[in-house]
């Protein structure tokens, strides 16, 4: 499958949505146009597996990933060009170059955070450019580091930390529109605590205007925060009747005061326009789902997942589950209790009867 289209008629946060939806796997082309729009200021490219984002550049020579790692002083060029020729088949050259012990998680996290995320949030600002979508490229294996991260999910980041919302001023919701939360439960990704607070009100009866009243906040910051969370697929929009709002702010007219707090890092902020460490949401390597990958056995936590904060240590998880707290009552200590209680038992009926006998020898 392939398409292409103008961002000024499908920005980018419709296309990682559908992406996503899709589970598609290729290459994203986006070029930025100069203001005649005859000649290309500028070339991105997105490679996505499965609706999952694994890389990101501006070049196609996968040299990208490497030359990050080389001007850290990390590992030269051509000893990550070596090592990549022994990797086994379908291995990332991130992946590659930790197994061989020559770079850490914590420095995968890093070079992910800043080839994926800071790359692609820069792009939610395009008020204008071409994009095209290529089903059948070929991941760049030099390109990767192993990790990946969801397209709408690189959306909510890049979002939060958009200034300029110019680009995507006409498609941001109607302050008379009614947002409803898709899921039941805290949602995944993390969100921050306005997010959190907009979605908890997302109950599908009251009009984003009315949820901004309650909070303190201006129609358009709300309407910001409901764009990201109806392209991060956490809500949607749904039409009521004019009857029913009205029974809709009666009944929410204190809602917003017995809202729950929600489970954030001490370190968050509230402003959205910055993007923490801690924002990452939990991510999956890309090895684990490429054909037949090589992961190492000795420490699974570090190769399939990315913790929130995006430097802490990844260990393995099994020491990091708390030691069970046995209960003194509880039924393994009645279980072994019970043959000792029978026992006891026993004694007392058996000294009954050598009594009893004993009593009636001595009467004859």
Request: charged share 20%; glycine share 4%; proline share 6%.
């Amino acid at each position: 499958m392939a398409f292409t289209g103008n961002l000024a008629e499908f920005p980018l946060p419709k296309i990682f949505q559908f992406l996503e939806q899709g589970n598609n796997t290729g290459l994203l082309t986006i070029r930025i146009l100069a203001a005649d729009l005859t000649a290309v200021v500028q070339v991105y490219y997105i490679w996505l597996y499965q609706g999952r984002i694994v890389a990101a550049g501006d070049r196609l020579d996968e040299k990208g990933l490497l030359s990050m790692i080389a001007q850290r002083g990390w590992v030269s060029e051509d000893v990550a060009l070596r090592m990549a020729e022994i990797c086994p088949v379908n291995t990332p050259i991130g992946l590659c170059l930790k197994f061989q012990g020559l770079l850490q998680a914590e420095q995968l996290k890093l070079l992910f955070r800043t080839q994926v995320v800071e790359q692609v949030s820069a792009l939610f600002e395009l008020k204008d450019g071409q994009f095209e979508f290529d089903a059948k490229a070929t991941l760049p294996l030099a390109e990767m580091t192993g990790m990946s991260l969801p397209a709408t999910e690189a959306t909510l980041l890049g979002l939060r930390t958009l200034r300029d919302w110019s680009a995507l001023a006409e498609k941001l919701p109607d302050p008379t529109s009614v947002l409803s939360s898709k899921n039941t439960s805290q949602p995944q990704p993390q969100l921050d605590s306005l997010e959190w607070q907009v979605w908890q009100l997302g109950n599908g009866t009251i009009s984003l205007q009315i949820i901004a009243k309650q909070l303190g906040l201006a129609v358009e910051k709300v309407q910001q925060i409901a764009f990201r969370l109806l392209m991060s697929n956490l809500a949607e929009e749904v039409f009521l009747t004019a009857a029913t709002q009205t029974n809709a702010v009666a009944e929410t007219t204190s809602v917003a005061e017995d809202l729950p707090q929600p489970i954030l890092d001490s370190s968050s902020q509230t402003d959205d326009t910055q993007v923490e460490p801690h924002a990452i949401a939990e991510t999956t390597p890309i090895a684990e789902n490429l054909p037949q990958p090589i992961l190492d056995s000795s420490s699974p936590t570090d190769d399939t997942q990315v913790v929130t904060h995006a430097v802490a240590e990844t260990t393995p998880i099994a020491e990091d589950l708390p030691q069970p707290i046995l209960d003194s009552s509880s039924p393994t200590d009645d279980t072994q209790s019970s043959p000792q209680k029978l026992a006891g038992y026993l004694r007392v009926i058996q000294s009954f009867f050598q009594w009893l006998f004993g009593s009636e020898s001595d009467k004859t």
